[in-house]
């Protein structure tokens, strides 16, 4: 039954979310070294900019900051991804306590590619790390966290605040209408609205 629902779900994701062979995986997460609470991770952007996210007991945070971060696992061939990406820029750009980390997986692709296929064309000048296997044990930490074991479909959200994982609401109606840790797929600018005001009212 649970095998059956895993299909079921992983056929929704491909049919509904535009999601081809590559967007759809599963991480195996036995293979990647957790994080130690207080451990540093430093990202650097695919335009140069750098940031580093500091290891908590439940999550993470910026580094000398206490803005709300989300965390995106997208792919730039990701038709949802490219949708998104100018509400999530044009979000960030209006409030300055939120900041969007996009962390790329699925695909290995230049810096400048990202930049003139990703960025340039859907108007995605937000930060976006593209650092291979760093990227991918952020991933696995961070899915081990919130103790997703479903195949992994794009895009993925998360959302911290204070170095904790915050609720946000069922975007797909999957859940039939239960928060959980995670968006799954395209979500509305709307939403995201909605839930970042609830959580930093809290």
């Known amino acids: 039954m649970k095998k059956l629902l895993l299909v079921l779900l992983c056929a929704f994701a491909l049919v509904f979310l535009g999601c081809d062979k590559n967007e759809s995986e599963s991480y195996s997460l036995g293979e990647y070294a957790p994080f130690k609470d207080g451990e540093e991770i430093s990202l650097k952007s695919v335009s140069g900019a750098s940031v580093s996210l500091v290891r908590t ?3 993470f945070v910026l580094k000398g900051s206490d803005k709300i971060v989300m965390l995106d ?3 730039t061939f ?11 820029m044009d979000y960030q750009l209006n409030h300055d306590d939120f900041m969007l980390i996009g962390l790329i997986t699925f695909e290995q692709i230049s810096d400048k590619d990202v930049i003139e296929k990703f960025i340039k064309p859907f108007n995605a000048y937000y930060f976006i790390a593209n650092e291979g296997e760093k990227n991918e044990r952020l991933i696995s930490q961070v899915l081990a966290d919130i103790g ?9 959200k998360v959302v911290l ?3 904790k ?4 609401s069922d975007n797909l109606g999957e859940r039939g209408g239960k928060e959980a840790l ?3 797929g395209a ?3 709307e939403l995201v609205a909605k839930d970042l005001e609830k959580i930093r009212k809290k």
Not at 148 to 156: E, G, H, T, V
Request: glycine share 10%; charged share 15%; hydrophobic share 35%.
């Open 57 to 59: 007991s439940k999550g």
């Open 73 to 75: 696992i997208f792919g």
């Open 78 to 88: 990701c038709a949802p991804c490219k949708s998104e990406a100018p509400h999530l």
């Open 148 to 156: 997703y074991d479903s195949a992994l479909s794009l895009p993925f």
């Open 161 to 163: 605040k204070g170095g």
């Open 165 to 168: 994982y915050e609720l946000l």
């Open 182 to 184: 995670y968006y799954l």
């Open 187 to 189: 979500v509305s600018s």
